[in-house]
């Protein structure tokens, strides 16, 4: 595919290419911005409105930030810490993620007319690649072995692939968000790593937040006609989900390594990230706390992803019980 500015031509093509902040106030700034913000228009903001649809976009342009996530000095590790970051089983999936939602983001905001749609998707795109510039640089510094990046290659039903990557960003950022604040607790990685991947987790709350509002404008704004087969594709996004979830991928390297990438860390790894023990339930429940963290700066009359939320809910419920049942049987053993 093409070089960035085909798909954005208001940001340069490479994060190095974007102007330094002038100072610390500047950094900060930015930062807060790109945590909080509410629109002037007052009443409510009803999806399928033009109020609703222009909140949803001067959102995602006016919590941009210019400088965060940035590349940093990576600090020297000592050798049992790398060797944990580089036995980590996600680096792969973690840099071909973020490259197929560049692609898949790309490849649907060039069908899009709506000005407003097209500039948050395509400003998605941007930011995808940036993710993954960062993942590079990091991979690079610490030496991390890996697959070869398999070539991205444009999807044949863009509104397929974008529901794909938008449905997969609500679920993996919803549990990541949890996994990374345990392994912010831990201290198990240097605060240099947390404090650069800390801007990464804000833009996929953004990202999640623009996907949750531009269904639900798509939805009220497509013809009535369309709506039970696009339905019916949802569906199917979520079983391929599903079905994608169960599997690990493994691929093999140019030296005949097999690397195993497990599609679901952000739910099953909370002991390779932090040496910290925590029951299901209990990771649940940070999840949905720090959902909700870091949601809170936005606008409350933008809508929310909410299916995470509600599996996280249902896993924490169904852990609860097990807990009590078979503290009563071990209760009666006694
Ligand atoms: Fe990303
Ligand atoms: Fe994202």
């Keep these: 595919m093409g070089s960035l500015s085909e798909i954005y031509s208001k940001l340069p093509d490479s994060m190095d290419d974007l102007p330094p902040p002038p100072n610390a106030e500047a950094v900060e700034l930015a930062d807060f911005r790109a945590r909080h913000w509410r629109s002037p228009v007052t009443g409510p903001l009803k999806p399928g409105s033009d109020a ?10 006016d919590t941009f930030n210019p400088y965060r996530p940035s590349v940093i000095a990576w600090p020297k590790l000592d050798p049992a810490t790398l060797h944990k970051v580089v036995s980590l089983p996600i680096w792969d999936i973690a840099v071909q993620t973020e490259g197929k939602a560049r692609l ?54 863009v509104e397929w692939a974008y529901l794909v990557t938008g ?26 790593l947390t404090d650069t991947f800390e801007p990464i987790m804000q833009e996929e709350c953004r990202h999640i937040l623009l996907f949750a509002n531009w269904l639900a404008w798509y939805r009220a704004t497509m013809p009535w006609w369309r709506r ?13 989900l599903i079905y994608e979830r169960l599997s690990l991928v493994r691929t093999v390297d140019d030296k005949g390594q097999v690397h195993t990438q497990d599609n679901n860390f952000t739910v099953t790894g ?24 870091r949601f809170a700066g ?37």
């Excluded at 449905?167 to 240097?190: H, I, N, Q, T």
């Excluded at 039970?228 to 391929?240: I, M």
Aim: a neutral charge.
């Design 104 to 157: 898949r983001m790309a490849a649907y905001a060039a069908l899009i007319d709506d000005p407003d749609v097209k500039d948050a998707i395509s400003r998605n795109a941007w930011e995808e690649n940036r993710h993954k510039e960062v993942l590079a640089k990091m991979v690079a510094a610490y030496n991390i072995p890996m697959a070869p990046e398999p070539p991205y290659i444009e999807p044949k039903d």
């Design 270 to 293: 909370t002991k390779e990230v932090a040496n910290i023990d925590i029951t299901l339930p209990d990771f649940m429940d940070l999840c949905l706390q720090e959902d909700d963290r």
């Design 228 to 240: 039970p087969y696009f339905e019916a594709k949802v569906l199917a996004v979520w079983g391929f």
């Design 52 to 61: 609703h649809k222009r909140a949803m976009a001067d959102m995602f342009r």
């Design 167 to 192: 449905f997969s960003e609500c679920v993996d950022s919803f549990f990541a968000f949890g996994m990374f604040e345990l392994a912010k607790r831990s201290g198990f990685f240097p605060q240099e």
């Design 298 to 334: 936005y606008d409350s009359r933008l809508l929310r992803p909410k299916a995470a939320p509600f599996i996280a809910r249902v896993l924490r419920g169904a852990g609860r019980c097990w807990e009590f049942a078979s503290g009563m049987v071990k209760a009666n053993r006694r």
